[in-house]
Structures are given as structure tokens and as C-alpha cells.
């Protein structure tokens, strides 16, 4: 079974448990969380979406982003999830730095609603500059 994602009134009040091809057809708001992973030298790591994606493929995003997945998952738990996933990183150290409405379209489809976004600070001597 397809994971499900939260479906969400504007002012993000739970409305359903959905798939995300069913937020998306129906263009359903839904939550969603971003993380902007920043070293002690002030750079900030992105990530280039894939040109499979639905949504903006091949464009560039923040460092980790993706859905939050059941009605009981918050936000902060959806991002640990996410570095997780993305990145391999167990952490907790996320901050949040705020809420958003973040929304793609795509002729008939539509990626978003509220948002929540975090920021990870990772020291400079663990990332590999060769592999960046």
C-alpha cells in the first residue's frame, strides 16, 4: 500500500489521510517540511531534484525536503524522517525556523500547503569537499 500523507484545510486542520498521486490530482493542501543542512562555514548544502521527479524536476532545493507522511507524524518527526531517508543521517539536532505555504503546479496538479522549515547545523570537517 502506497504511503499515505496528510491532507490539510488552510489552516492546517486535518481533512484526510491520502495518497500523494490523490493530493496531487485533486489538489489537495498537505503537509510538508524542508531542511536546510548548514556547515560552520556558512555554506549551505543543496540538493538537485531528479529529473524523474513530478514537480520541478531538475531544479534545485533545499537540502532535504518531502511529506509528512500520517496524521500522528508532526513536523519535526517528518524531518528527522526525511535526513534519514535522503541524506542517511540520524539526527535531532533540527531547529525550526518557521511556517510556510509552499505550492507547485503543474497543469492540473498541484505539490503543497503548509510547510515547516528547519535548519541542521553540520560541522565543515565531516562533509568530503571531493564528493560535494
Known sequence: ?????VAVDSHDKFISAVTKDEAHSQRLLHRQVYVLIVNSDVEMLLQRRSLLK?????KWTTSV????????ESYFSAAVREVGEELGIVTLDLVSIGNVIAVSYLADQMCGGPSEVFVMLFPSDLIDQESA
Not at 1 to 5: G, S, T, Y
Not at 65 to 72: A, F, L, M, Q, R
Request: charged fraction near 20%; charge should be negative; glycine fraction near 12%.
Open 1 to 5: 500500500m502506497a504511503n499515505l500523507i
Open 54 to 58: 513530478t514537480f520541478d524536476p531538475g
Open 65 to 72: 525536503s518531502g511529506h509528512v507522511d500520517i496524521e500522528d
